[in-house]
């Protein structure tokens, strides 16, 4: 498995239409694919990527997007996220989004959107922003509010099994 093995497939003819529908089809196919490389990726052994902008791009894709089609409604969905968060701060430092094609870029954000941490949640809106993502900064905006809100997102919490408060119920 190849960096670009990655962003080929993600990035192909079509494939932007499915990034965000939950089909069984696509989850199947990214599953069979790509679980044994996110299993590398979780474990480190796939680290090495990181160090120029595609490879950290294909890396964050690997452990923020992937596990959410391959594990989807398990708690395993959530399980890379720290790692794609860290590597996504580490790649913004090294100023690879500089370096990525803007049609790309809001992949290697993304990580901050789906962090329950409030300071990254205003990175991801002031990222968004700046690179004039309009379409990815609205979601931003809405995850950030979750996050002052609630301080978590409550559509995980049956997942994780956490409890919800009364006002997440009712949201």
Same mark, same amino acid.
């Given at each position: 498995?190849?960096?670009?093995?990655i962003?080929?497939?993600w990035?192909?003819d079509?494939?932007?239409r499915?990034?965000?529908?939950?089909?069984?089809?696509?989850?199947?196919?990214?599953? /069979?694919?790509?679980?044994? !490389?996110?299993r590398?990726?979780?474990?480190?052994?796939l680290?090495?990527?990181?160090?120029?902008? &595609?490879?950290?791009? !294909?890396l964050?894709?690997l452990? &923020?997007q992937?596990? *959410?089609?391959m594990?989807?409604?398990?708690?395993?969905?959530?399980?890379? /996220?720290?790692?794609?968060?860290?590597?996504?701060?580490?790649?913004i430092? +090294?100023?690879?989004?500089?370096?990525?094609?803007?049609?790309?870029?809001?992949?290697l954000y993304?990580?901050l959107?789906?962090?329950?941490?409030? /300071?990254?949640? /205003?990175?991801?809106? !002031?990222?968004?922003?700046?690179?004039?993502l309009d379409d990815?900064?609205r979601? !931003? +905006?809405?995850?950030?509010?979750?996050? +002052?809100?609630?301080?978590?997102?409550?559509?995980?919490?049956?997942? *994780?099994? +956490?409890?919800?408060?009364?006002?997440e119920?009712?949201?």
């Amino acid at each position: 498995m190849r960096a670009s093995d990655i962003l080929d497939f993600w990035f192909a003819d079509g494939m932007q239409r499915q990034w965000f529908r939950a089909t069984p089809a696509l989850d199947a196919q990214i599953r /069979e694919r790509f679980s044994a !490389a996110w299993r590398l990726g979780t474990n480190g052994e796939l680290d090495h990527w990181a160090t120029t902008p &595609d490879g950290a791009l !294909a890396l964050v894709i690997l452990l &923020d997007q992937f596990p *959410l089609n391959m594990f989807r409604g398990q708690a395993a969905s959530f399980a890379s /996220e720290s790692k794609a968060i860290a590597i996504t701060k580490a790649a913004i430092s +090294r100023q690879f989004d500089r370096q990525l094609p803007r049609d790309r870029l809001a992949f290697l954000y993304m990580p901050l959107m789906h962090s329950e941490d409030l /300071e990254d949640q /205003e990175r991801s809106v !002031a990222l968004y922003e700046a690179a004039g993502l309009d379409d990815n900064l609205r979601f !931003a +905006r809405h995850h950030r509010d979750l996050i +002052r809100r609630f301080g978590r997102f409550p559509h995980r919490n049956a997942i *994780l099994g +956490r409890s919800s408060s009364l006002e997440e119920l009712d949201y």
